[in-house]
């Protein structure tokens, strides 16, 4: 049975459950577990996925639950108005959160997001209008039409409902453009913001789009939350419970939509059970549980890292290999510049930090088909070069112009829309992807469907496409054959391969390639040097910083030589090689 089968059976079957005749504790207890999940399933997006640390999720369910609570019970309203309304004001609050604390980094964001938990429970705790901490009570079960979910087995649906069609909704964001690109976010995988802003993403925009999705997954559980409960109070949203989601989180397995559910469910039935058992140990009642808790997060985050849902995982159904159309209808494709034409132009470009002048008045140009080498001593300056042609750093003087356009002062993702892609100097997959996923990070400006459109699987054709452009691309360098395989498992040779495949995907008019060669052995660099001749012989134009001198001689139509920052000549290989100053600068002999 494939996994997939496995999973629309399982929600069948949970699904039928409030039918069969099972305990109504086990109802109960399956309703906190579907709640929580909900919850959690926003921290296996934001902390798991993009790598954001929030203790604050219970605050936003929280906005759920009283903004029901107060339009029902004094206002007299509807309560899907009520859903509507949580929604609203959790969307505005998001918004204004995110953009506020987002681009705090290291232990800043997880601060932010405890002192909006601790905000928000004094808030309500002390409004006259909101009961304070007594909350508000009375309120209304949800109807629809002459049908209510009153009883616990009919809110039931609901619960369950919403938590099944928020894991099909997150399961697809993950596997999908906007979705890639969370992915490639996470610093404790690998990842950064370096190279999605390369592919042309705004990850402030996507950061930013987890934080609201996870909060306003938090705000449907706070409604269906009070509708069950038929009350409202600040104690369930307060910063205990916003640890002990981050908490299920873990344990589960913090980067997968399985263990959201394995974790809210070990918590939930392992609470109850040293609820009853600890104090008859101890001899006295107390919370001995969060102890417990305490020790078991310990081991979980030394044996088992993860979590727990790899673990289980092993015994289901191994994943299927979604088909790849290659005859799928082609991406759009970018008009490039006849042979010979003006591409790139840089003029007296200077780097300066400090009092450190890095990069000092270095002018070159490129023409389309060319392909030119930058090369010169460690410490010359090649990369930072590099970095300022491509928008990584910002120029302190001088002008770049790209297919005739001003590109210095753009950042990187403005540049990339422009026509240029580039490789890294230390590559930059995302491991825990495959191959032909991290290619599909290259045609990110070539698709245009986003969040919505993912989650409710609406960009199904456009997916088709670029995974078909994917392995086009793979073929082009050979490595179409391990197209399925994980990034992080391949040798550092074919991951360079990789990664001129995947700027390869953006149809890019100038290729700017850094230190390809660096760190691969002999038959690599061979293998390297056929797919860039390759390329040469197909008239794309390319940029190349490379140690190697023998692979740079033969590979380019001309090569400019930086010495301390400053332009030390520009010919041809065989200009270069026979020129004094060059092999002065290289081996320290007098010219």
């Given at each position: 049975m494939k996994r997939s089968h496995l999973a629309?059976?399982?929600?069948?079957?949970?699904?039928?459950?409030?039918?069969?005749?099972?305990?109504?504790?086990?109802?109960?207890?399956?309703?906190?577990?579907?709640?929580?999940?909900?919850?959690?399933?926003?921290?296996?997006?934001?902390?798991?996925?993009?790598?954001?640390?929030?203790?604050?999720?219970?605050?936003?369910?929280?906005?759920?639950?009283?903004?029901?609570a107060y339009l029902t019970t004094v206002l007299g309203l509807s309560p899907w108005l009520g859903l509507v309304a949580g929604l609203g004001i959790t969307l505005v609050l998001a918004l204004v959160i995110g953009a506020l604390t987002l681009r705090?980094?290291?232990?800043?964001?997880?601060?932010?997001?405890?002192?909006?938990?601790?905000?928000?429970?004094?808030?309500?705790?002390?409004?006259?209008a909101l009961g304070k901490y007594d909350g508000l009570l009375g309120l209304p079960a949800v109807t629809l039409g002459d049908f209510s979910f009153q009883s616990e087995r009919r809110i039931y649906l609901l619960i369950w409902l919403a938590a099944l069609l928020a894991a099909l909704g997150v399961t697809r964001l993950l596997d999908s453009r906007p979705g890639r690109i969370m992915r490639a976010l996470n610093t404790n995988r690998g990842g950064g913001s370096t190279m999605p802003e390369a592919m042309g993403a705004s990850t402030f925009r996507y950061k930013l789009v987890m934080f609201v999705v996870a909060a306003l997954l938090a705000s449907v559980s706070g409604w269906l939350y009070a509708h069950m409960q038929r009350s409202v109070?600040?104690?369930?949203?307060?910063?205990?419970?916003?640890?002990?989601?981050?908490?299920?989180?873990?344990?589960?397995?913090?980067?997968?939509?399985?263990?959201?559910?394995?974790?809210?469910?070990?918590?939930?039935?392992?609470?109850?059970?040293?609820?009853?058992?600890?104090?008859?140990?101890?001899?006295?009642?107390?919370?001995?549980?969060?102890?417990?808790?305490?020790?078991?997060?310990?081991?979980?985050?030394?044996?088992?890292?993860?979590?727990?849902?790899?673990?289980?995982?092993?015994?289901?159904?191994?994943?299927?290999?979604?088909?790849?159309?290659?005859?799928?209808?082609?991406?759009?494709?970018?008009?490039?510049?006849?042979?010979?034409?003006?591409?790139?132009?840089?003029?007296?470009?200077?780097?300066?930090?400090?009092?450190l002048v890095a990069v000092n008045d270095i002018s070159f140009a490129i023409r389309?088909?060319?392909?030119?080498?930058?090369?010169?001593?460690?410490?010359?300056?090649?990369?930072?070069?590099?970095?300022?042609?491509?928008?990584?750093?910002?120029?302190?003087?001088?002008?770049?112009?790209?297919?005739?356009?001003?590109?210095?002062?753009?950042?990187?993702?403005?540049?990339a829309r422009a026509g240029l892609s580039r490789t890294f100097q230390h590559v930059k997959l995302v491991p825990d992807m495959t191959v032909l996923e991290n290619v599909a990070l290259g045609c990110y400006l070539r698709t245009r469907s986003g969040t919505a459109a993912a989650m409710l699987g609406l960009d199904r054709a456009e997916e088709m496409q670029a995974r078909a452009e994917a392995l086009r691309q793979l073929r082009r360098i050979g490595l179409a054959g391990q197209a399925h395989e994980l990034a992080g498992n391949l040798a550092l040779g074919?991951?360079?391969?990789?990664?001129?495949?995947?700027?390869?995907?953006?149809?890019?008019?100038?290729?700017?390639?850094?230190?390809?060669?660096?760190?691969?052995?002999?038959?690599?660099k061979e293998a390297?040097?056929?797919?860039?001749?390759?390329?040469?012989?197909e008239g794309l134009s390319l940029l190349l910083v490379e140690h190697d001198m023998d692979f740079v001689m033969k590979l380019t139509d001309r090569i400019v030589?930086?010495?301390?920052?400053?332009?030390?000549?520009?010919?041809?290989?065989?200009?270069?090689?026979?020129s004094p100053a060059v092999r002065a600068a290289y081996l320290g002999a007098d010219e």
């Open positions: 629309a059976a399982a929600a069948v079957l949970l699904l039928a459950l409030p039918f069969a005749p099972v305990p109504d504790f086990w109802i109960t207890q399956l309703n906190y577990i579907g709640l929580f999940s909900l919850v959690v399933l926003g921290l296996v997006l934001l902390t798991g996925v993009g790598g954001l640390t929030s203790f604050g999720q219970a605050a936003f369910a929280g906005v759920g639950a009283y903004a029901t705090m980094s290291g232990h800043y964001l997880p601060l932010a997001t405890i002192c909006w938990c601790l905000a928000l429970y004094y808030l309500v705790g002390n409004l006259d109070n600040p104690s369930p949203f307060g910063i205990k419970f916003g640890i002990e989601y981050l908490f299920m989180a873990v344990l589960g397995g913090i980067g997968t939509v399985g263990g959201a559910f394995a974790g809210a469910a070990l918590v939930k039935l392992a609470e109850d059970q040293l609820q009853a058992w600890l104090p008859v140990i101890f001899g006295g009642s107390g919370n001995y549980e969060i102890i417990v808790f305490g020790v078991v997060l310990v081991l979980v985050l030394r044996f088992a890292p993860d979590g727990l849902w790899p673990l289980i995982a092993r015994w289901l159904p191994a994943r299927g290999r979604r088909a790849v159309d290659e005859n799928a209808p082609r991406l759009s494709a970018r008009s490039h510049p006849e042979g010979g034409a003006a591409l790139l132009d840089v003029r007296r470009i200077r780097k300066q930090f400090g009092g389309a088909g060319d392909i030119v080498g930058l090369i010169g001593p460690n410490g010359a300056g090649k990369s930072t070069t590099f970095n300022l042609v491509s928008g990584v750093l910002p120029l302190t003087a001088g002008e770049v112009k790209l297919l005739g356009q001003r590109v210095d002062g753009r950042g990187s993702r403005d540049i074919p991951q360079r391969l990789v990664e001129i495949a995947r700027a390869l995907a953006s149809d890019p008019s100038l290729l700017l390639l850094d230190e390809p060669a660096a760190g691969l052995r002999h038959k690599e390297l040097a056929e797919v860039l001749k390759q390329l040469k012989a030589v930086m010495e301390f920052g400053r332009h030390l000549m520009e010919g041809t290989p065989a200009e270069v090689q026979a």
